[in-house]
């Protein structure tokens, strides 16, 4: 069992960034995607970013493609995920997330494996 721990949401104004980090307890040869979910009330859990652990490549969805950088720690088990230039319509609780990379990039919420708590983003105007 891996355990999900993030970290760096909070509060910000429109315009500004902010960092969230995600540490996993355990490494798992199966689970070599990681990436960050985000949902905001009423709306569907949506994918905005991954990363393939295996070679370091990152993947980002539209919505943060271009704001946003997706990076991992070398042996630490640790994926930061770092916003910029944040917008009212981002604040959502933000969720890691890992995952098998036979699931794809962009899996279907029923292939993830591991799930964090989540952290609360809120971006005021």
């Known amino acids: 069992q891996v355990e999900l721990v993030e970290s760096g949401g909070g509060s910000v104004q429109a315009g500004g960034s902010l960092r969230l980090s995600c540490s996993a307890s355990?490494?798992?040869?199966?689970?070599?995607?990681m990436g960050w979910f985000r949902q905001a009330p009423g709306k569907e859990r949506e994918q905005v970013a991954a990363i393939n652990t295996n070679d370091g490549s990152p993947y980002y969805a539209d919505s943060l493609k271009g704001r946003a950088s997706i990076t991992e720690g070398a042996g630490t088990n640790t994926v930061t995920l770092q916003m910029n230039s944040l917008k009212p319509e981002d604040t959502a609780m933000y969720y890691c997330?890992?995952?098998?990379?036979?699931?794809?990039?962009?899996?279907?919420?029923?292939?993830?494996?591991?799930w964090g708590q989540g952290t609360q983003v809120t971006v005021s105007s």
């Open positions: 355990a490494y798992t040869y199966n689970v070599a995607v």
């Open positions: 997330a890992a995952w098998s990379l036979s699931a794809g990039l962009f899996p279907l919420l029923a292939r993830i494996s591991y």
